[in-house]
């Protein structure tokens, strides 16, 4: 096989690599986003069935020779003690709940189909970035074969099992995989930074987050989720992380799901940006359209954390022209705009306008950040006239998103 046909195959894996990553966070988002109401519906009918069941306790508790109903008040000369009374209807439920007489334990969990689903779902999100890192370091000793290190050995019934010297070095490069991926997170995160000289951007990526995360993951498989002493030790001195008591039972929350998913899409992409740029410098064009392709999605989503560490890092990269250098300053600006940061915005516009992009594009594109519909209108009219656009550039763009708002949004573009 020659250099030329290995490389562009090495090329399109590492393009598939973070494709096949955002496939399938934007798969898991979906999923918990399609069946999280359905899991709400069945807490909720969960809750109210437990408080029936609660109040008809109560009543029997309180008067047992009238309260053949629910909700039979007792007489007003019995004295009842709140605090007894609710305890001593905690433990009936308990009881109830231990035997799980006709699926108890379902119908009086308010909380276990959310729960489930993002614990679940976390555990998918973790598994995935799993998948990441491994494609990556695949893809490096595929692109660097020596790399492996001259005493690594197959035994001798290994070697019988390989047609060839290739399957052979295949073998290799999977036992270093899983020995670099057998360690910690953090260890994981060096390796990259050490073994394979990458950046991995920590002044902009929060990698405790995604880390303690990796800790949590393992509590809820292996520990039910109970906090243990290697727990512990394991996020201690973590920026920003509360690693909570040992005996204490941690959960998935939604806000904590979201928190991590954002974070691990967003260093997921740079680390593999930062790995492309790296290993194909001189075609580094088609991470630029992919950067682009990714600050867009999250803006059009309104997810502003993945949008706001991807900008942060496309300032940094060098794009190989100068459209590409325009279209992240324009979502840059975008960003800005969403966030409300006018001042910051006006000063990056002005950047914008100096730009040596010739052509209605980059009118047009100011023009739709400055609000500017007039002018907004005549360019794109422009540019689709000229070739120079199409209509259906306008269709999806963030940029464009506050103009798609108006009713004649498609007659206007025409002219």
């Not at 600050?295 to 502003?304: H, K, P, T």
């Not at 279209?327 to 000063?347: A, N, P, R, T």
Request: glycine share 6%.
């Amino acid at each position: 096989m020659s250099d030329k046909k290995t490389g562009a195959e090495e090329f399109c894996a590492i393009r598939q690599t973070v494709m096949s990553f955002r496939v399938a966070l934007y798969g898991i988002r979906h999923f918990v986003t399609s069946i999280g109401p359905t899991a709400d519906a069945r807490d909720e009918t969960a809750r109210k069935t437990g408080e029936r069941i609660e109040d008809g306790i109560r009543s029997l508790l309180v008067n047992p020779s009238t309260s053949t109903g629910r909700g039979v008040k007792p007489p007003g000369w019995l004295s009842i003690d709140e605090e007894e009374l609710s305890s001593t209807v905690n433990k009936i439920i308990d009881v109830a709940k231990d035997y799980d007489f006709a699926g108890v334990n379902v119908a009086l969990d308010g909380e276990l189909h959310r729960g489930l689903l993002l614990r679940s779902s976390f555990m998918m999100l973790i598994a995935a970035f799993d998948y990441l890192l491994a494609d990556i370091l695949h893809r490096y000793y595929e692109r660097y074969p020596e790399a492996l290190s001259d005493d690594m050995m197959l035994s001798l019934g290994e070697l019988r099992r390989c047609a060839d010297v290739v399957e052979a070095m295949q073998l290799l490069m999977d036992k270093r995989v899983e020995t670099a991926l057998f360690q910690s997170f953090s260890k994981q995160i060096l390796f990259f930074e050490n073994e394979l000289k990458v950046n991995t951007v920590r002044r902009i990526v929060d990698w405790d987050l995604i880390n303690e995360a990796y800790q949590r993951r393992h509590l809820l498989a292996h520990n039910n989720g109970i906090v243990n002493t290697r727990y512990l030790r394991s996020v201690a001195g973590l920026s920003g992380v509360e690693g909570g008591k040992a005996g204490e039972r941690l959960s998935v929350g939604w806000d904590y799901f979201l928190q991590v998913y954002w974070e691990a899409l967003a260093a997921g992409i740079v680390l593999t940006q930062n790995c492309w740029r790296k290993w194909f410098k001189e075609d580094s064009s088609d991470a630029d359209a992919m950067l682009v392709d990714s600050i867009d999605r999250e803006l059009m989503q309104g997810a502003v954390v993945p949008a706001t560490r991807l900008c942060l890092y496309s300032r940094e990269v060098e794009t190989r022209s100068e459209e590409a250098r325009f279209d992240l300053d324009s979502l840059f600006c975008q960003l800005l705009k969403v966030l409300g940061l006018q001042e910051q915005l006006s000063k990056e516009i002005k950047k914008l306008k100096k730009s040596p992009l010739p052509g209605n594009k980059r009118l047009t594109a100011i023009a739709a950040l400055e609000d500017d519909k007039e002018a907004f209108y005549k360019h794109a009219s422009d540019a689709v006239k000229s070739g120079e656009m199409h209509s259906d550039d306008f269709a999806s763009a963030a940029i464009y998103s506050d103009l798609r708002k108006d009713s004649d949004f498609g007659t206007k573009l025409r002219g």
